[in-house]
């Protein structure tokens, strides 16, 4: 069964960190992924104006697609600023509507930082939306709702998994779609004294040995259909 699955993430990089061996894996197998990034990383410089890093990161969101072969969505939100309002709403909506997933991947609501809680939140609150052809968007009504699935917090942080996905074989390209996000090497280690390259070969380390294999990145499911939600997830 092929699959059509829409990863949102609240900055760039954030799926990189968080799902891309999923995705990554997902692609592997000829399933159609997208990779949709909400906010545009305005404030990821030290030294850059917001618009100069704001294009740069959104090459690199783009680079970091075009390694998996996804298609790309940029909705260009302010970083640090992305509240759930009826405008917000109908954006994610017609994101969604664009993508038609079968599944979407996104922040939990467990997340600590309130652009990735509120990304996950919007999907969450628009998700029965997709289907209903009085709420107009430029793109048509989805024909089925999609499922959602959570992916793992930064580190782990009060998430406690319920599926995990072997990623060993997808790991490379995981670390491939990182690397073109090289704005924000020295920034991360500035700012969180993290380098990213090093943090997912810990965190996909840790979550695999959960599981029994090397690399592993780890899901939740949302409240609903969680018999479906087997059929979309990667085993």
């Avoid at 997808?170 to 993290?194: G, I, P």
């Amino acid at each position: 069964m092929s699959v059509r699955v829409l990863a949102v993430g609240a900055h760039p990089d954030d799926l990189e960190i968080l799902c891309a061996g999923a995705l990554a894996k997902y692609a592997m197998r000829g399933d159609h992924v997208t990779m949709a990034v909400s906010t545009n990383g305005e404030v990821g410089s030290p030294n850059l104006s917001k618009n100069e890093i704001a294009e740069i990161r959104k090459s690199e969101a783009q680079a970091a697609a075009a390694v998996i072969g996804a298609d790309f969505i940029w909705m260009n939100y302010p970083d640090e600023f992305l509240f759930s309002t009826e405008a917000t709403r109908l954006d994610f909506l017609n994101m969604v509507r664009r993508a038609r997933p079968d599944v979407i991947l996104t922040h939990a609501p467990s997340d600590y930082h309130p652009d990735h809680r509120t990304t996950g939140g919007i999907l969450w609150d628009i998700r029965v939306m997709t289907t209903v052809p009085n709420i107009k968007t430029e793109a048509p009504p989805c024909e089925k709702i999609p499922e959602i699935y959570y992916y793992d917090t930064i580190a782990g942080i009060d998430f406690v998994p319920q599926y995990y996905v072997d990623i060993s074989e997808s790991f490379e390209l995981k670390k491939k779609m990182l690397a073109c996000h090289k704005s924000q090497s020295v920034w991360l280690e500035n700012q969180y004294h993290m380098s990213y390259l090093d943090f997912i070969e810990y965190t996909g380390r840790y979550r695999g040995l959960q599981c029994g294999v090397r690399f592993a990145e780890c899901f939740q499911q949302s409240a609903t259909w969680p018999k479906r939600l087997e059929a979309v997830l990667l085993p």
